[in-house]
Each structure stands twice: as structure tokens, then as C-alpha cells.
């Protein structure tokens, strides 16, 4: 049974920075692209990052490029998303997800790629 345990949200101050954690169970990360997303109050989710370990892509959605690092350790099976320079843009609850299907070439942030979902975590960033 595929799950997931995302920990490592909280409040954090504008300029601060936070690190989530994915830890899968059910799947080898190996196999899988993983992504997080995020939603904010009445708005849509939207792709933040994601890691494809076969051939160690990785992608970032604009608004995070350059402040947002995504990691993995298949030791632990855990995907991390590290957050620095947070804004208050950045709250939203984060999720992660897995892809449909295994071992594709690339990594992309289409919603639709991706198939069963974490419970998610708050991330809020306020002075």
C-alpha cells in the first residue's frame, strides 16, 4: 500500500526557511518520480518540484527556482523539499505525490502525472 508521512511544516517568518520531508512507504523512491505541490486558500495546486532518480532530473516551478532545493535519500526512502528566502506567498498546504508510472524519462509538474498523494502539511509564512 503506497503511503506517505509529510512532516515539517510550521510558521516561519518572511527570509526564513523550513525543510519538508516525504517518507514513502509501499514503492522504492528509485522507481518513481516525486513531486510536492501546494495549494493555497481558493486557489488551484500547482507544482513546486519534483526528482526522477533514474537519470537524476529535477524541476522547479518559476515562482520557487533559485530559493527551493528538492532531495532524496533512498536509504530512508524520504524525498526532502529544502525552503529558504520564504515569502508570504509561499503558504499553502505542501503535499507529495508519486507518479503514475515508474521510471520515466524526465521530471515534470503536471498535476496529472501523478497519482496517490499525501495528506499534506501547513506551511505559513508570517511575520
Known amino acids: 500500500q503506497v503511503q506517505f508521512v509529510e512532516l515539517g511544516g510550521g510558521l516561519v517568518q518572511p527570509g526564513g526557511s523550513l525543510r519538508l520531508s516525504c517518507a514513502a512507504s509501499?514503492?522504492?523512491?528509485?522507481?518513481?518520480?516525486i513531486g510536492w505541490f501546494r495549494q493555497a486558500p481558493g486557489k488551484e495546486r500547482e507544482g513546486v518540484s519534483c526528482?526522477?532518480?533514474?537519470?537524476?532530473?529535477?524541476n522547479y516551478g518559476d515562482s520557487v527556482k533559485g530559493r527551493f532545493t528538492i532531495s532524496r535519500d533512498s536509504r530512508k526512502n524520504t524525498v526532502y523539499l529544502q525552503m529558504n528566502s520564504l515569502k508570504a506567498e509561499d503558504t499553502a498546504v505542501y503535499y507529495c505525490?508519486?507518479?503514475?508510472?515508474?521510471?520515466?524519462?524526465?521530471?515534470?509538474?503536471?498535476?496529472?502525472?501523478?497519482?496517490?498523494w499525501g495528506q499534506g502539511t501547513q506551511v505559513t509564512v508570517s511575520a
Open positions: 526528482i526522477q532518480v533514474t537519470d537524476g532530473s529535477t
Open positions: 509501499g514503492f522504492s523512491l528509485d522507481d518513481y518520480t
Open positions: 505525490a508519486r507518479s503514475l508510472i515508474p521510471r520515466t524519462a524526465g521530471c515534470y509538474l503536471g498535476r496529472g502525472l501523478y497519482g496517490y
